[in-house]
């Protein structure tokens, strides 16, 4: 018992980590999407869900902590998956879920790929679990609804679903109903937004001009990330030698979107399909130590090699802001900005404009080329003043700093 409270102590303590690692590399533009609760690129269920905390001091943590925890506590649901193997083994699965290279990756990111991703990994899990498939059936459809409306990515896992509807004990009709009726509901959502719209004809033609060799050289990237290398090959070993062909449908088709979409976040939805595979029963891992050995080297290489995503200044700027007594807007951007800005700056925020120029109190040129030397004499006749030590070009009226501290 003592050993179990522990692991589960310092499987959090991790997760924490991760999401204060995360919060200090600062927001990025999806993930700003997420906790702004801007109607796109997904459905709105989780995103309305961390917009109901808007305008909590730790939002951004509180929601980072969530998300590492769902993904790292994954690993009890691996433990139950691997619940007639031997215990090495079963320790070695369990390993090899931790050591992914995906999860060290992406633990601490607020991105809907890591709710899908555990979302899959309770699906599978279930899908080891006959008895709860037959006794929850409703379970399934909620899951499957829950799926769709977090993530349009959820709709590749349809083989799945489908399979563990087929194992419950509902009605024909009812298990037809249940698999169909939330496609629609995404579908008339959908047609209902079309900044969504927008989004998937953007995602869709990613990979349009790219020459194939390169498009498969990135899906076995994304494999390699997704387990390690070594989880990746026991899991596809297990799919194949199980002749699971609705686990392996769903594996081509992930395969094919990511062919189609650049994003190498997409390598977490991977990881649950390769712990399935490798805990099928026709799968069994014969030298557990060194294989958990060699996904140990392999992922804590893959942490340490792969970059992280290239970080703005909206963090180091907001934080100057902040300082300097500037919590209300309007603040003026000129450049190429996303919506990390949007949620570390004071509000509101506009696009650069030169006739509210002298009622705004902060000027930010991004990058710090964006701003001409016209823009420059406007500001310095206006009273601005330009705050170095940053990449972009930060710019402060005192004129109206002073006023907003006499008030």
């Known amino acids: 018992m003592l050993a179990r409270i522990l692991t589960i102590v310092g499987l959090q303590g991790f997760a924490v980590l991760t ?14 999407k997420y906790l702004l609760n801007i109607p796109y690129p997904h459905p709105p269920l989780m995103r309305w869900i961390m917009g109901l905390s808007d305008g909590w001091q730790y939002q951004e943590l509180f929601w980072r902590v969530i998300f590492a925890s769902c993904l790292v506590h994954g690993v009890w649901l691996v433990a139950d998956m691997a619940r007639k193997r031997s215990r090495e083994e079963r320790l070695t699965l369990c390993g090899l879920w931790f050591f992914t ?38 379970l399934i459809a909620a899951l499957w609804l829950e799926m769709l409306f977090v993530a349009y990515q959820g709709i590749l896992f349809a083989p799945l679903v489908w399979l563990a509807l087929q194992k419950s004990d509902l009605s024909s009709g009812k298990r037809f109903a249940a698999f169909v009726a939330p496609i629609i509901l995404l579908l008339l959502y959908t047609l209902t937004n079309t900044l969504a719209v927008a989004a998937l004809g953007l995602v869709g033609g ?4 790219v020459a194939i060799e390169e498009q498969v050289i990135h899906v076995l990237r994304l494999w390699l990330i997704g387990g390690s290398g070594v989880l990746s090959v026991l899991g596809i070993l297990g799919i194949v030698r199980s002749r699971n062909w609705w686990m392996l449908l769903t594996f081509f088709l992930l395969s094919v979107y990511c062919m189609l979409s650049y994003r190498e976040y997409y390598a977490i939805l991977f990881a649950p399909l390769f712990i399935a595979g490798a805990s099928l029963p026709h799968q069994r891992i014969s030298s557990p130590t060194f294989h958990l050995a060699l996904q140990m080297v392999i992922g804590l ?26 919590t209300v807007g309007p603040v003026l951007m000129k450049g190429s900005y996303g919506h990390e800005w949007q949620y570390m700056l004071p509000d509101p925020i506009f696009p650069y404009d030169e006739k509210i120029l002298n009622a705004a109190v902060a000027v930010i040129c991004t990058p710090w080329d964006a701003c001409t030397e016209e823009d420059h004499r406007l500001m310095d006749d206006l009273g601005y003043i330009l705050h170095p030590g940053y990449g972009d070009e930060v710019w402060i009226r005192i004129e109206n700093l002073k006023l907003k501290m006499e008030n």
């Open 101 to 138: 290279g995906a999860l060290l990756l992406q633990a601490g990111t607020l991105m809907m790929a890591t709710i899908t991703a555990v979302e899959v990994l309770f699906l599978c899990w279930m899908l080891s679990r006959p008895e709860i498939l037959r006794k929850w059936s409703v």
């Open 206 to 209: 990613m990979g349009r001009g």
């Open 19 to 32: 999401a204060m690692l995360h919060e200090h590399l600062g927001v990025h533009t999806d993930e700003a």
């Open 301 to 326: 290489a893959l942490f340490f090699y792969i970059p992280f995503p290239a970080l703005s200044n909206a963090r180091a700027i907001g934080n100057a802001l902040e300082r300097e007594g500037i």
